[in-house]
């Protein structure tokens, strides 16, 4: 059973549909990232579910109760914890009282105050630094105050707004897996909101990629990748070669069809499950940079080799990252840093039709 459910959620600003009749489950203890760009969506629907924002239609159930349609119910009687973009911590205050400030308003007595504080900034890394204001703290540890402020009062759900886009590169990735041990540990239902991929990648247990106000796919980081939905989906999250063509075959009992393309009268590729097409079809033969071969010769058995001229070269320590045309159509590949490839020379490029999925 889930223990956030929303049904046929909607939302609009200046009759502009903000959210457009999106479902989604959230199971109890599970990490669910909101994945998009800007103006998508994600961060309407996670103020929605907070009660920052009222819903004109759908409803929002979180442990059983109705949020929305039985009554609009304020966000402080939601049991929900709540982590912003930009920190908001009070700067003229401590970070123990800044911690402790939503139990003070709910007359929790001191002592159990205290506790609760102290608990709390161990969970969080901050202990000892109760007596210092947040500007004397970096960003990552005002970050730390503002979950842990979060945390104090042992929410049912814990919402979290790009909490980690104000941070540099580095510190975001160590944070990152802190938040994910964290909500682990604590076994606490939360809603993660980002638009960067690779956070989404790293640290949910489902990813919900979002676009225009609707869910375009709900799955695994692995499904997501491996499997995405739509050109969209595939294009969003991480890097996707798009190759235009047509069906010229289909073999359904195998899940495969042949496209015909610039460089090739019978591209093989695996049918979609997402995507329903038919002979005849225009589609796009897709696969990942890292799923292309790049060979000086052509291999001895292998089919699927097409011959091309490297564009453009890039060195990226760690790997080598190709352009490569193809009659026309430009194709990425990645290869190890050791392969000795130079722009404008002719090489043999391997399509895995493993790999090659069809999109429309």
Sequence with gaps: MAFIDIKNLFKSFDKVEAISHINLEVTEGELITL?????????????CIAGLERPEGGDIIIDGKSMVAEGFVHPSKRGIGMVFQNYAVWP??????????????????????????EDV??????????????????????????????????????LLDEPLSNLDAKLREELRFEIK????????TSVYVTHDQAEAMVISDRVAVMYAGKIEQIGTPTEIYQKPASKFV????????????????????????YVRTSFSDK????????????KGDDVF??????DVEVFADRPEGKDHC?????????????????????????????????????EGQEVYVYLNPEKCILLL
């Design 306 to 342: 097409y011959k091309g001229t490297i564009l453009n070269r890039a060195y990226l320590g760690n790997l080598l990252f190709f352009f490569i045309d193809l009659n026309g159509d430009k194709i990425r590949a990645q290869a190890s840093h050791l392969q000795p490839f130079e």
């Design 285 to 290: 033969a897709s696969l990942r940079p890292e």
């Design 35 to 47: 994945l998009g760009p800007s103006g998508c969506g994600k961060t309407t629907t996670l103020r």
């Design 234 to 257: 595939a294009d969003f999250i991480g890097t996707m070669n798009f190759i235009p063509g047509r069906i010229v075959d289909i073999m359904r009992e195998k899940s495969q069809a």
């Design 121 to 158: 900034l161990e969970l969080v890394g901050l202990g000892g630094l109760e007596n210092r204001y947040p500007g004397q703290l970096s960003g990552g540890q005002q970050q730390r105050v503002a979950l842990a402020r979060a945390l104090v009062r042992n929410p049912k759900v814990l």
């Design 181 to 188: 041990s964290l909500v682990r540990r604590m076994g606490i």
């Design 92 to 117: 003229h205050m401590r970070v123990y009282t800044n911690i402790a400030y939503g139990l003070k308003l709910q007359k929790t007595p001191k002592r159990e105050i205290r506790k609760a504080v």
């Design 267 to 278: 591209l093989l590729c695996q049918l979609n499950t997402e995507v329903s097409v038919l």
